[in-house]
């Protein structure tokens, strides 16, 4: 599985950086997990 950063799905769905690392650790982004501070969220996830 491929996988994007916080930035690039921020562009992608047109919201802030810091709501996409919000939904992640809520865990509103199906897939996406930490590696050590960087938030790692799978290419076809949807907010």
């Not at 769905?13 to 938030?39: D, M, P, Q």
């Amino acid at each position: 599985m491929e996988y994007i950063s916080v930035n690039q799905f921020a562009e992608k769905h047109g919201v802030s950086e810091r709501t996409v690392r919000n939904y992640c650790a809520v865990g509103k982004i199906e897939g996406a997990f930490l590696t050590g501070k960087t938030w790692n969220i799978p290419t076809d996830a949807e907010a």
